[in-house]
């Protein structure tokens, strides 16, 4: 069983408060971050405590990916920023990538609006953000996604309290 973590828009977080996140929210078996993580960045040299997957955010100057595929635990996943094609204000058009970029999960960040939908078979995900929460009320939020009951759970950060996203009304695409 995996449980993955799922940040964003760390920005201005310093790496040892995000160092320090890490260690506080428990349970957890691979970490993926949408990015815009913090400046200065060097995957060199940033040391995770569990497996990282990341990729470029429109402020991250590190050299990394724009997209990243991957599987854990047989679910596939795909992340992303979100700000190339606007993907993350307008997120069902994650699902036309499917033919190219097939996946089961879809992250994605940039909007700093924490986001969650389930389409046809497939999550879109967006954690919002850990230091400037763009949402209301006002959360610094991350996302736990589980790889066998493929639930997803936001919290607040600092206070590690579950919330609710609204998921939008379901529908094909």
Avoid: W
């Avoid at 990282?52 to 990243?68: K, M, P, S």
């Avoid at 607040?156 to 379901?170: A, G, N, R, W």
């Amino acid at each position: 069983m995996s449980q993955i973590l799922i940040i964003s828009d760390t920005h201005f977080l310093r790496e040892h408060d995000l160092e320090e996140f890490f260690n506080t929210v428990k349970g957890y078996d691979a970490i993926i971050h949408c990015g815009d993580i913090f400046l200065g960045f060097d995957p060199k040299t940033f040391h995770a405590p569990k497996p990282l997957y990341i990729c470029r955010g429109n402020n991250d100057f590190a050299n990394l990916e724009q997209t990243l595929q991957f599987e854990i635990d047989g679910t596939l996943f795909y992340i992303t920023h979100g700000h190339i094609n606007h993907l993350s204000y307008e997120p069902l058009e994650f699902l036309n990538l499917r033919k190219d970029y097939p996946a089961n999960v879809f992250c994605f960040g940039h909007t700093h609006i924490p986001y969650f939908n389930e389409v046809d078979d497939v999550t879109l995900i967006n954690p919002g953000s850990l230091a400037l929460p763009r949402n209301y009320p006002r959360h610094r939020t991350y996302a736990i996604y589980d790889t066998v009951t493929r639930q997803t759970h936001f919290y607040d950060y600092p206070t590690l309290e579950e919330i609710v996203v609204p998921q939008p009304t379901k529908g094909k695409k």
